[in-house]
């Protein structure tokens, strides 16, 4: 089946900083060259620019931390122009290298450090040991161990209080999924409880109860819970209907990618990109024993997330073996049409497997050690073109599989 074909197509995107951003910038744009288009705006705009049959239009998003900020960036109707002004503050020179019109029509204010790394002020002064506000006991009384317990208690550097700012103020004022002409689902994790919270137009619960769906939330401040990566950013407070704050911080502590989210919504075609790609050897960088701590700490990190990407593409694709195994002996024993299809229904109920629904998975080339080594929150102009381009390249050959 051709993709031009696919009827409700969605976009997942995932987190990992300004960088991911980029990646994912880059993808959009392959995309673009491919023939997708991407509708967003208020629902007037939407159905004055997007025909309702018009083949390879994205009108379901899915964002994580990074993810959730370039995801409502289209979903409020954004050209990939305004977008990569908006980070590239200005400058040309990307624009001018990967896209064909380098002009922005569209006001949308540069996004700036100050908008991303707002100082969590109130918590920066829990740095000061709490022995030296009062005349309790001193370090010789309580040692190291209540130094570091009881002094140091700062639940996050920076917050993302100015990202939440950035997006109600400059990018959707209305600030409501409601009043968005397309379906927009930002993915965070609730701190106090275990369980991830898919923030959007409807309030409901999920098959999985670790899973629930809510409304409560601005579009904006489901941004700044789902981008609050710890310990950077301290979790960010949301008040629920009953007017109680829950805290919520980045949106994949649970699952990298929520591609389940655009399949229980009816798409069948599910196209998710993500930054993560361990390191592979190149003897031009040689062993990563050689480049410190952070750089072997960030090594471990990816090749964990890289686990848990690919025991569940294993596992639905597992799932699906044995879906097309058992509809393959049904249809040689030549049941009946209806019994075989009350057969497949509950397997498919059981396993949230949806045989109409395929996956495009596009990720970082292993051997591109440029975009491994890349500062996760960098706005440098040459490391975001660098970034975009990796992204441009990754999405072309993952579409080379597919017709379109």
């Given at each position: 089946m051709k993709l031009s074909e696919k009827k409700n197509i969605a976009l997942v995107l995932s987190g990992g900083g300004i960088k991911a951003a980029a990646f994912h910038i880059g993808v959009c744009l392959a995309l673009k060259e491919k023939g997708f288009r991407f509708a967003g705006g208020t629902k007037e705009e939407v159905a004055a620019h997007h025909d309702e049959n018009a083949p390879l239009t994205f009108?379901?998003?899915?964002?994580?931390?990074?993810?959730?900020?370039?995801?409502?960036?289209?979903?409020?109707?954004?050209?990939?122009?305004?977008?990569?002004?908006?980070?590239?503050?200005?400058?040309?020179?990307?624009?001018?290298?990967?896209?064909?019109?380098?002009?922005?029509?569209?006001?949308?204010?540069?996004i700036s450090y100050r908008d991303i790394f707002s100082i969590n002020g109130k918590e920066m002064l829990q740095l000061i040991p709490s022995f030296f506000k009062s005349r309790g006991d001193s370090i010789v009384n309580g040692g190291l161990e209540v130094l570091i317990k009881n002094g140091f208690k700062l639940n996050g550097l920076f917050s993302t209080k100015g990202l939440e700012r950035y997006f109600r103020e400059e990018v959707w004022p209305t600030n409501t999924f409601q009043s968005l002409g397309v379906d927009l689902y930002i993915v965070a994790t609730q701190l106090n409880q275990s369980r991830?919270?898919?923030?959007?137009?409807?309030?409901?619960?999920?098959?999985?109860?670790?899973?629930?769906?809510?409304?409560?939330?601005?579009?904006s401040e489901a941004i700044a819970g789902s981008a609050a990566l710890p310990p950077v950013f301290s979790p960010y407070a949301i008040k629920n209907r009953s007017g109680e704050e829950m805290f919520f911080f980045d949106g994949e502590i649970r699952d990298t990618m929520s591609t389940h989210v655009a399949a229980d919504h009816g798409s069948d075609l599910v196209i998710a990109s993500y930054s993560i790609q361990?390191?592979?050897?190149?003897?031009?960088?040689?062993?990563?024993?050689?480049?410190?701590?952070?750089?072997?700490?960030?090594?471990?990190?990816?090749?964990?997330?890289?686990?848990?990407?690919?025991?569940?593409?294993?596992?639905?694709?597992?799932?699906?073996?044995?879906?097309?195994?058992?509809?393959?002996?049904?249809?040689?024993?030549?049941?009946?049409?209806?019994?075989?299809?009350?057969?497949?229904?509950?397997?498919?109920?059981?396993?949230?497997?949806?045989?109409?629904?395929?996956?495009?998975?596009?990720?970082?080339?292993?051997?591109?050690?440029?975009?491994?080594?890349?500062?996760?929150?960098?706005?440098?102009?040459?490391?975001?073109?660098?970034?975009?381009?990796?992204?441009?390249?990754?999405?072309?050959?993952?579409?080379?599989?597919?017709?379109?």
């Open positions: 009108r379901t998003y899915v964002g994580s931390s990074a993810g959730s900020v370039i995801s409502t960036f289209l979903a409020a109707g954004f050209s990939l122009n305004a977008i990569i002004h908006a980070f590239e503050q200005g400058s040309s020179e990307l624009s001018e290298s990967l896209l064909s019109t380098p002009t922005f029509d569209e006001d949308l204010r540069p991830k919270v898919i923030f959007g137009k409807e309030d409901a619960l999920s098959k999985d109860k670790s899973v629930v769906y809510s409304n409560y939330a601005t579009i361990p390191y592979n050897f190149s003897p031009v960088m040689g062993s990563l024993h050689e480049y410190g701590i952070p750089v072997i700490l960030n090594q471990a990190l990816y090749q964990v997330i890289e686990q848990k990407i690919e025991y569940y593409i294993k596992a639905r694709k597992s799932v699906e073996a044995a879906y097309k195994a058992v509809d393959g002996y049904l249809k040689q024993i030549n049941l009946a049409d209806e019994q075989r299809q009350k057969l497949l229904s509950i397997i498919s109920e059981r396993t949230g497997y949806v045989p109409t629904t395929d996956y495009i998975y596009i990720h970082p080339d292993p051997q591109d050690y440029n975009l491994f080594f890349a500062d996760h929150f960098s706005l440098n102009p040459q490391r975001l073109k660098a970034t975009v381009w990796g992204g441009f390249k990754a999405a072309i050959n993952a579409l080379r599989k597919w017709d379109i």
